[in-house]
């Protein structure tokens, strides 16, 4: 199991220099600023394409932890080479449990309704259908809401501490989102534009958008993990 040592702060910024506020724009544009971004995306890509068969999806998560602990520390280009994969696979895996760990308020209520109405039949079936509704109006969808805005932060700061229990910390988690309530908006922003802007890729012959899927992921990861570096409290 690969461990890492705590992420160092960032240089200080000199006074009145502005680097302290979220830079929304360059969410956007750091990717391109790396030299070696096209290879990288193109890897990506791939990797991406592997996600239709599940195992592509650890490693695409790895590569985004590694860059959330990458721009914490403020490098100036914080991309990742493609030259961990094992460490990426078995990170990868570790975090998209804790994404189904956390899906799991909202499948449940899910599971517990559609199973009984799939066995019964006629009217039972209409009525369970009925419930089915009201629960997914009146309990699921405010679930999700909640796990779509508590993720984002607890996936962070598992990248950045290096370990997946730190997802499950919640009052950590709330303190930090409540005392960066603008700047988590802005990066929930960025995931918003980046990933509506990521599926004009079925233009390019409908594979091009796996690798705007991937950069709308690293411009995601890069919002989020700004607000953490930003933030007065971790």
Not at 149 to 168: C, D, E, N, Q, S
Request: hydrophobic share 55%; aromatic share 14%; net charge neutral.
């Amino acid at each position: 199991m690969t461990t890492y040592p705590p992420v160092p702060p960032p240089p200080r910024a000199p006074a009145g220099s502005g680097a302290t506020s979220f830079d929304f724009g360059k969410a956007f544009t750091f990717p391109f600023q790396d030299p070696e971004w096209l290879s990288k995306t193109l890897m990506g890509g791939l990797f991406s394409l592997l996600g239709l068969f599940l195992v592509g999806h650890f490693f695409v998560v790895g590569y985004l932890a590694q860059l959330v602990r990458n721009v914490v520390a403020g490098h100036e280009r914080p991309l990742p080479a493609w030259d961990d994969l094992g460490t990426y696979f078995v990170e990868g895996f570790k975090l998209v449990l804790v994404g189904i760990v956390f899906s799991l308020p909202v499948l449940i209520p899910i599971l517990l309704l559609v199973i009984p109405a799939a066995i019964l039949e006629g009217e039972g079936a209409e009525s369970a259908a009925g419930v089915l509704g009201m629960v997914m109006v009146c309990l699921v969808f405010p679930l999700m809401l909640v796990v779509m805005v508590i993720l984002p932060a607890a996936l962070t700061r598992a990248a950045v501490l290096g370990r997946a229990g730190a997802a499950f910390e919640f009052g950590s988690i709330f303190t930090f989102l409540k005392t960066n309530a603008v700047n988590y908006i802005l990066a929930i922003l960025v995931y918003i534009v980046a990933n509506f802007a990521s599926q004009f890729g079925i233009i390019l012959f409908c594979i091009g958008i796996f690798f705007t899927t991937f950069l709308s992921l690293v411009m995601t990861a890069y919002a989020f993990a700004e607000t953490y570096r930003l933030s007065p409290v971790k």
